[in-house]
């Protein structure tokens, strides 16, 4: 269940089969406007996390979501390759 003050509240949910054959709910993406953000460039390193990149700029990791919204095109933030240069809007 989204909450209705949710940033997804918006998003259509729709029902999807599994591989297994089991239906599960998801939230299915909005494609993303233009982004108008300031920002600064960082360069990815082996240890990184989003939740923690987060922790450094915003002292607070559950602030994650800012960093991947301005990345659309990074589908998984488990798995970037070092060096990959990445947008953090700034804090402000």
Do not use: F
């Not at 259509?12 to 460039?41: L, Q």
């Not at 915003?58 to 390759?81: G, H, K």
């Amino acid at each position: 269940m989204i909450s209705s003050n949710s940033r997804y509240a918006a998003n259509p949910v729709e029902i999807v089969t599994g591989p297994d054959g089991n239906t599960r709910r998801v939230i299915v993406p909005i494609a993303p406007g233009p982004i108008r953000a300031r920002v600064i460039k960082y360069r990815w390193n082996e240890d990184d996390r989003v939740d923690s990149v987060a922790s450094d700029y915003y002292q607070d990791p559950t602030q994650w979501w800012r960093i991947a919204e301005v990345n659309p095109e990074v589908l998984d933030w488990t798995s970037i390759s070092p060096g990959t240069i990445v947008r953090i809007p700034n804090a402000d």
